[in-house]
């Protein structure tokens, strides 16, 4: 059965940090780009970022929606079969339910995905 299980999620005071931890069982996540998903109370879904699969190389391409550029970073360590999001200096407006997702893509500013989700891990970015 092919899961994917995030972690990581917590409360947060707005400048602080979380990494998010997203972890595949029963599939190889290696073979798949992965992306992160967010959903805001009373908001659509919307893209994060996405890694692209290895390819048998660990220069990963990367994607970024404007509004975390320069604050999270997506990485994935392929022994662990995890991929993370590193969230820094983060805003009240961060606040969502983050979701890992596998085989994404990432066009014309927008993120999708056509394989498994997580369940998600909530996120909340509050003094």
């Known amino acids: 059965q092919l899961q994917l299980v995030e972690s990581g999620g917590g409360l947060v005071q707005p400048g602080g940090s979380l990494r998010l931890s997203c972890a595949a069982s029963?599939?190889?996540?290696?073979?798949?780009?992965i992306g992160w998903f967010r959903q805001a109370p009373g908001k659509e879904r919307e893209g994060v970022s996405c890694?692209?699969?290895?390819?048998?190389?660990?220069?990963?391409?990367?994607n970024y929606a404007d509004s975390v550029k320069g604050r999270f970073t997506i990485s994935r360590d392929n022994a662990k079969n995890t991929v993370y999001l590193q969230m820094n200096s983060l805003k009240p407006e961060d606040t969502a339910v983050y979701y890992c997702?596998?085989?994404?893509?990432?066009?014309?500013?927008?993120?999708?995905?056509?394989?498994?989700w997580g369940q998600g891990t909530q996120v909340t970015v509050s003094s």
């Open positions: 029963g599939f190889t996540l290696d073979y798949y780009p």
């Open positions: 997702a596998a085989d994404c893509t990432f066009y014309s500013g927008n993120f999708y995905s056509r394989g498994a």
């Open positions: 890694i692209s699969s290895s390819g048998g190389s660990t220069n990963y391409a990367t």
